[in-house]
């Protein structure tokens, strides 16, 4: 039933500001947002014609990994940490985070989805959803913006809360990876639900662990998916370019 005008807002509705942030992570971290993450699967394809991932049990085993102990919690660090300094001001320090983001992504191709995902984002956000300031952070960095990185800095710009912006982001990551998968094992739409469902307490863990993370704290051990990156660079037939 719709409300009307007449019927009371209870304490459990979202005030304006809340609504705002909610709306905007919702269009920017969705599939539609047209960043193409759909062209990437960060070296899955690659797992995938290896034998690494088969079914559901293996991916999520895959995921996980990734997730917790390599490029997703990089990811995360990275975003949080931007977000911290752009709301800061602090563009020196900024800066200094692009540069150590772009750095530590281990393959070329993995370094042409993440800056190209970047690029996109802050162009975007510009066209249809700019903010004062954006420019400015955007212009104080002298390498391209890694996605994460672009991902914080805008969220920042905007006042949507940190904690907010980096669940959103990173089931926004599972989803992407989740889906790149479903179409090449095959994956059905429900197993691809029952794996983002086994995932949901990683998310929610990698999350507390960045909020609470020093750039010192980064670093991946997950060798066997930063070597799937590389292998797919090579590899002779290809769905993804990543």
Known sequence: MLMTTNEPVSRADLTGREAAALYRLMTWLSPAFPVGGFSYSSGIEWAVEAGDITDTATLADWLDAMLGDGSGFCDATFLVHAYRAAEAGETTTLNDIAELAAAFVPSRERQLETTSQGRAFIDIARAAWDADGLDAMVAACRTPLVYPV?????????????????????HALVSNWISAASRLIPLGQTDSQR?????????GAVANRALNATLDDLGSTTFRADLASLRHETQYTRLFRS
């Open 195 to 203: 794996v983002l469902v086994r995932l949901e307490a990683a998310v």
């Open 150 to 170: 672009a991902v914080g800095v805008v969220a920042a710009m905007h006042g949507v809360p940190l904690a907010s912006t980096l669940h959103a982001f990173l």
